[in-house]
């Protein structure tokens, strides 16, 4: 075999591997890994709404009296379709890792309410004993990675695409550097191949020592950027004090509330303006708090109105 056909074929074979693993499996994986991230994100009323809005796809709609004007936190839904009746359970949060209590507390709802049998939604993750306890409940987990394939389609789009157009992008970046990786085993082949040969031809020589094979030398494969990792909660909860402590000291803001994860209120006495770079100089300083969005609230007695702004996008 041509020692040049050698390193093309190892080069094209794993750097198309890699391309295929890249693109048809961690990119998917990327993007519900952000998707489920800017979930985390909503309010409870906004997220309730997209898995009621899923719900309904299935042909589950909500029923009961006035729903949706409560204006407090409901994190249980009736659902009809027909004759039967689910109840629904919403934990918003992706932190969440629900045990058996939630999912005992929903079987028992729906012995009461002589329900058909309920869904459990949750961006974040059913521990094994939450499983087991769904069992012989007629209950259906959609923990992370079920939950978005069914909400997915229902996002906003513009954060739809930036959740795509990101997921995307790190698939791109990496399959550049696992081609380079292929051409750098191909190289490795070739030389390997062409130290064999010298070897070989050693052997059949005359008493003149054949000269040593020469090295290819290849470069060095980059380093991948490092994943986004998901603070603990106790990480979590860490950041957005420093947040707040670091806010409190800051001329021009009087008070500065978490309303969820990732949504912050002001209150200001001073221009927006002025204010403003630092309130993104300190959730900058904590990628799972970038992307922050911040309620600006106007000073007391002001006309001006509520103003939401980010720092960031996904």
């Known amino acids: 075999m041509s020692i040049w056909l050698l390193g093309l074929a190892v080069t094209l074979v794993t750097g198309a591997a890699a391309t295929a693993y890249l693109w048809l499996v961690r990119r998917p994986s990327d993007e519900m890994s952000y998707g489920l991230h800017a979930l985390s994100g909503l309010r ?3 997220f309730s709404k997209l898995v009621l809005a899923a719900m309904a796809g299935r042909g589950l709609v909500e029923t009961g009296p006035d ?21 629904l359970s919403c934990k918003h949060g992706s932190a969440y890792r629900i045990a058996a209590a939630p ?16 869904i459990l939604a949750t961006e974040g993750k059913v521990e094994k004993e939450g499983r087991e306890a ?13 939950l978005w394939p069914e909400v997915r389609h229902l996002v906003e789009p513009s954060l739809r695409e930036q959740i ?8 791109k970046r990496h399959v550049g550097i696992s081609w380079l990786g292929a051409v750098t085993l191909g190289a490795l082949a070739m030389a390997g191949w062409a130290g064999r040969q010298a070897a070989d031809t050693s052997v059949d020589a005359r008493p003149a020592a054949p000269a040593p094979a020469r090295t290819i030398s290849a470069p060095a494969t980059p380093a991948p950027q490092e994943a986004f990792r ?3 909660q106790e990480e979590l909860e860490a950041q957005m004090r420093s947040v707040l402590q670091a806010l ?8 500065g509330v978490w309303q969820t994860k990732l949504t912050l209120s002001i209150d200001r006495a001073g221009s927006e303006n002025d204010i403003w770079p630092s309130i993104c100089l300190e959730l ?20 001006e109105p509520v103003r939401w702004r980010q720092c960031k996008t996904m």
């Open 103 to 118: 999912v005992q507390e929903l079987a028992a709802s729906i012995r009461l309410g002589a329900a058909s049998g309920g």
């Open 164 to 171: 795509v157009t990101y997921a995307s992008a790190r698939a």
């Open 67 to 87: 729903p949706q004007e409560s204006r407090e936190p409901q994190t249980t839904f009736l659902l009809a379709r027909g004759q039967e009746k689910w109840l």
């Open 284 to 303: 900058e300083r904590y990628p799972a708090l970038r992307a922050t969005r911040v309620q600006l609230n106007p000073p007391p007695g002001s006309s």
């Open 230 to 232: 998901e603070p603990t």
């Open 248 to 255: 409190s000291k800051t001329p021009g803001i009087t008070r």
């Open 44 to 46: 409870w009323r906004e």
């Open 134 to 146: 769904a069992q012989g409940n007629n209950i259906e987990l959609l923990d992370g990675p079920r």
